[in-house]
C-alpha cells in the first residue's frame, strides 16, 4: 500500500511538472522568433554611425548622449508590420507627449538597399515629419552587431522584396537597453510604462489599488498624504485574536481536565 | 533544579517517538541542507558571473533563490522545531501521532515546493503578492496553485505542530506558570520552571498567531485566484511578514530553546530561570508579532506611527532575549570546564552568530539606517548571519549531539577544530562579502548585476571562495557524525541482537 501511495504521489508530481511546463509554453507563446527582452537587458549597444534622411552624419552614441531613444528597425519598402508599428508608435507618441523634448525616436532601416531618400519619402508616407523622430541607415558593418545586442532578426522572404522581421521597440537609456516592447500594438499606457523605465522611474507591475478594492487596510489620499482606516484592518488584527482565544481555550481546557482528574 | 536542567534530559532516551522523532529530522537536515545550499552556491557563482553562459535564462536563478528561501527557511524551522520539543519532552508529555503526522504532511508541502522549481516558479521566498500571479509567462497557473496548495498543507502540519505542543505544556502547567510569572512576584518562585519550557511557551503562541496570519493571507490569495481581482497588496504584504518574519524569529528561539537545556550538560552548570530570562521573553512574546512593520518602511500608505512602532518593536525584540541568552551562554563556558565537542562548539558559536547577525539586523530594523540599505545585499548579508552562522550551527550541534549522545563515540579534537575553523572563517567571510556589497549599495535580487553594480560580480567571486570552505566544512561535519550516527545504529543493532 505504501509502496503504491509512493507510486502515486510520485506520477502526480511528474504529472503536475509536465501540465505546468505545456502551460507556460501556451501563456508565454513559446516562439523561438519572438524577441526575448530577458536577454538583452542592460546590454550596452555598440556605437554605429548613422546617415539620416536628411544627409546629415551622426553616431548612435552622440544621439544616446544627448537623449534616451526608442529604437525601432523597419525598411522603406515594407509591406507588412513597419507601417503599422510606426503608425501605433506615433498616435500613442502623439497622446504621451514630450517626444523630441525628453526623448527621440530613431527609426534604422536594416535593408542595405535603403538610401536616406527613401526613407525620408518612407517617413512622409507615415505622415511622420515632427521634431523628435530620426529616419536612418546604419553602415553595414555596425547593423550587425546592433541587431544582434537588441536580439532582432530579419530574413528574406522568397519571391518577393520583402523581409520576415518582428516588430520590436527598443528602449535605449545611456546607451543600454531598458526595455523592449515586442509586437505592433504599442498602448498609451505601455509607452507610458517604457518612457518611464527611460527617465529611470520604477514601474509597476501591476496596478495601484482603488477605491473598489476589497479588503482595503487604509485608504490613501495622495493629494493631501491623508490616511484613513479601512474595514481590511479588522483582518491584521484577526489573527492575533484568534490565537489569544485558541490559546486560551487551550490552557482553560487542560485546568478543567486537571482539576476533573484530581 | 539542577536534576531538572541535567539529569532529567535522560528520560529522553526512553522516550522512543520523540527520539525518533529526533534522528528522522536530524537525517533530513543533513540531507536538504546541503542540497538546498548547493542552489546558494549556484546563485552566487551566477552573480560572479561564472555560470551565464552555462545557463543562459537567468529564470533559473529565480527559481533557485525561491527554492532556496522557502526550503531552508522552512526546513530550519521544522528541524529547529524537533530540536525544542527534544529539549522540552522531558518536562511535557506529547502524543506523538500528531507530531508524525505534521512531520506526514511537512513531506507533502515540500515535496511540492520541489516540483514547483521544475515549473520555474520564482517569485522570491516571500513571494510579494500579487507576483505568484502575475508570472509574465516564467511560470504557470498550475505552478501558483501548486504552490497555494504547498502552502496551505505546511500551515495545516505547523499549525498541528504548535498546537501539540501548547497542549502538552498546558497538561502540566497553568499557563502563568509556562511564562514565568511567578518570578514576577517578591520571594521564592514557586514552582521553579525550566527555561526551555518558557521560551516553548513563547514560541508555540507566537507560531499559532503567526500561521493563523498565514491563513488568512492564503484566504486572501485564494480570493485572488478564484474571482481573478485584486485584493489589497498591502494587507497581504503585512500579513506575509506577519507570518514570514515571525517564522523566521520562531525558528531562532527554538534553538535557543534547545541551547538552554543542552548546553549545562556540556558545562556542568546548570541554566536557571530568573527574572530576567522571564523579562526577556515575556517582552519577546509581546513584540515578536509586531517588529515585521520594519519590512514595511518603503510602503508609504503605511501609516508612520506603524513603521515606528515596528522599530521600537525590533529592538525589544531582541535585545533582551539576545542579551540574557548571549550573557547566559558566556557565564556558561567563562572558566568553567566545559566539554568541548562538535555539539558543544556547534551551540556555542550559533549563539554568537545569532548575536552578530542580531545586531546587523537591529541596525536594519532602524528607519533612518534601514532607507540607506533597503533592498541591497545588507539584508541577505544579516539574515544569513544569524541563519547560517546562527541557527545552521545550533541545529548542526544538535544532531551532532543526538549522535554523540546515542553513540557514545567523540571526536577528535583535530576534527572538530577543522571543521569549526572552516565553517566559522567561510561562513563569516561568505557574509562579510555580502555585508561590503550592502554597504555600498549593490542590490539585492540581481540575477546579473547592470555595469553601475560591478563590484558585486567581484565581491561574489571572492564570496565563492568562501562558500567553498563553508562546503569543505560541511563534508567534513558530514563524514565525522555519519561514521557517529553509523556507530549509533551498529550499538543500536547489536543491542537488539544481544536482547
Known amino acids: ?262 | 533544579m539542577t536534576e531538572l536542567a541535567l539529569g532529567r534530559q535522560r528520560e529522553l532516551a526512553e522516550s522512543p517517538g520523540i527520539r525518533h522523532l529526533a534522528w528522522l529530522w536530524g537525517g533530513l537536515f543533513l540531507v536538504l541542507f546541503p542540497l538546498l545550499g548547493l542552489l546558494g552556491v549556484f546563485m552566487r557563482m551566477y552573480q560572479a558571473g561564472w555560470l551565464q553562459e552555462l545557463v543562459p535564462n537567468p529564470q533559473w536563478f529565480y527559481a533557485s533563490m525561491t527554492l532556496h528561501g522557502l526550503g531552508l527557511v522552512g526546513l530550519i524551522y521544522a528541524a529547529s522545531f524537533v530540536a525544542l520539543l527534544w529539549a522540552v519532552s522531558p518536562h511535557v508529555q506529547f502524543q506523538t501521532r500528531w507530531l508524525w503526522l505534521s512531520t506526514g504532511l511537512t513531506a507533502v508541502g515540500v515535496v511540492l515546493l520541489v516540483v514547483n522549481f521544475f515549473n520555474g516558479f520564482a517569485p522570491g521566498w516571500y513571494f510579494l503578492y500579487p507576483l505568484p500571479f502575475v508570472p509574465s509567462g516564467a511560470w504557470s497557473g498550475t505552478a501558483t496553485d501548486i504552490f497555494l496548495t504547498a502552502v496551505a498543507v505546511l500551515g495545516v502540519a505547523w499549525v498541528i505542530w504548535e498546537l501539540e505542543l501548547l497542549r502538552a505544556i498546558a497538561a502540566r502547567y497553568p499557563l502563568k506558570v509556562a511564562l514565568g510569572w511567578q518570578y514576577l512576584r517578591k520571594g521564592e518562585p514557586s514552582p521553579e520552571i525550566p527555561p526551555v519550557v518558557l521560551v516553548a511557551t513563547v514560541c508555540a503562541i507566537a507560531g499559532i498567531i503567526a500561521l493563523l496570519a498565514a491563513v488568512v493571507m492564503l484566504a486572501l490569495m485564494l480570493v485572488h485566484r478564484f474571482s481573478g481581482s485584486m485584493v489589497d497588496p498591502l494587507l497581504v504584504k503585512n500579513l506575509i511578514f506577519f507570518f514570514g518574519h515571525t517564522l523566521v524569529n520562531l525558528a531562532m528561539y527554538h534553538g535557543i530553546g534547545f541551547l538552554y537545556s543542552a548546553l549545562p550538560k556540556y558545562s556542568g552548570q546548570p541554566w536557571k530561570t530568573g527574572v530576567p530570562l522571564v523579562v526577556a521573553w515575556n517582552l519577546v512574546l509581546l513584540l515578536v508579532l509586531t517588529a515585521y512593520f520594519h519590512h514595511l518602511y518603503m510602503d508609504f500608505a503605511q501609516p508612520t506611527w506603524l513603521s515606528v512602532v515596528g522599530q521600537f518593536a525590533s529592538y525589544g525584540v531582541s535585545i533582551p532575549a539576545a542579551v540574557v541568552t548571549l550573557l547566559g551562554t558566556l557565564s556558561q563556558v567563562y572558566r568553567r570546564p566545559v566539554r568541548w565537542t562538535l555539539a558543544s562548539s556547534l551551540m556555542f558559536w550559533g549563539t554568537m552568530g545569532w548575536a552578530i547577525g542580531g545586531v546587523a539586523a537591529v541596525l536594519d530594523s532602524t528607519i533612518a539606517f534601514n532607507f540607506r540599505f533597503h533592498n541591497t545585499l545588507w539584508v541577505p548579508a544579516h539574515f544569513h548571519t544569524y541563519l547560517l552562522a546562527g541557527i545552521v550551527f545550533i541545529v548542526l550541534g544538535f544532531v551532532a549531539h543526538l549522535v554523540q549522545e546515542l553513540s557514545g563515540r567523540g571526536e577528535s579534537t583535530g576534527m572538530r577544530r577543522a571543521i569549526m575553523a572552516l565553517l566559522l572563517v567561510g561562513g563569516y567571510g561568505f557574509v562579510l562579502m555580502f555585508y561590503l556589497s550592502g554597504a555600498n549599495g549593490v542590490p539585492r535580487r540581481y540575477a546579473v548585476y547592470p555595469p553601475d553594480a560591478e563590484l558585486g560580480v567581484q565581491l561574489a567571486r571572492i564570496a565563492t571562495f568562501f562558500i567553498a570552505l563553508v562546503v569543505l566544512g560541511v563534508l567534513l561535519y558530514l563524514v565525522t557524525v555519519g561514521k557517529q550516527w553509523g556507530a549509533a545504529l551498529a550499538g543500536a543493532q547489536g543491542s537488539s541482537a544481544s536482547d
Not at chain 1, 546629415?56 to 531613444?69: D, F, M, N, Y
Open chain 1, 1 to 262: 500500500m505504501g509502496r503504491g501511495i509512493g507510486w502515486g504521489a510520485g506520477l502526480l508530481c511528474v504529472g503536475l511538472t509536465i501540465a505546468s511546463a505545456q502551460e507556460r509554453r501556451q501563456a508565454a507563446g513559446a516562439d523561438p522568433l519572438m524577441p526575448q527582452e530577458g536577454k538583452v537587458l542592460y546590454r550596452l549597444l555598440p556605437d554605429a554611425r548613422l546617415q539620416s534622411a536628411d544627409g546629415a552624419v551622426q553616431t548612435l552614441a552622440a544621439l544616446w548622449r544627448e537623449k534616451p531613444l526608442l529604437l525601432v528597425f523597419a525598411f522603406s519598402r515594407c509591406a507588412g508590420v513597419c507601417s503599422p508599428l510606426l503608425l501605433q508608435l506615433r498616435d500613442a507618441a502623439e497622446r504621451v507627449g514630450g517626444v523630441g523634448r525628453k526623448y527621440r525616436i530613431l527609426v534604422v532601416s536594416f535593408d542595405s538597399a535603403d538610401t536616406p531618400e527613401q526613407l525620408a519619402a518612407f517617413a512622409r508616407r507615415n505622415g511622420i515629419g515632427r521634431d523628435g523622430w530620426l529616419f536612418a541607415t546604419a553602415e553595414p558593418s555596425a547593423l550587425a552587431p546592433l541587431l544582434e545586442a537588441v536580439g532582432f532578426w530579419y530574413s528574406p522572404v522568397a519571391g518577393t522584396d520583402q523581409y520576415d522581421h518582428p516588430a520590436m521597440v527598443v528602449g535605449v537609456r545611456n546607451g543600454r537597453v531598458v526595455r523592449v516592447h515586442v509586437g505592433a500594438l504599442i498602448r498609451t499606457a505601455e509607452l507610458r510604462a517604457i518612457l518611464r523605465e527611460l527617465r529611470g522611474d520604477p514601474v509597476l507591475a501591476y496596478p495601484l489599488p482603488t477605491a473598489d478594492l476589497p479588503f482595503r487596510c487604509y485608504g490613501y489620499n495622495p493629494e493631501t498624504g491623508a490616511l484613513t482606516l479601512e474595514w481590511g484592518m479588522l483582518l491584521l488584527f484577526a489573527p492575533t485574536l484568534a490565537g489569544v482565544v485558541a490559546v486560551w481555550w487551550t490552557f482553560a481546557r487542560q485546568r478543567r481536565r486537571t482539576e476533573q482528574c484530581t
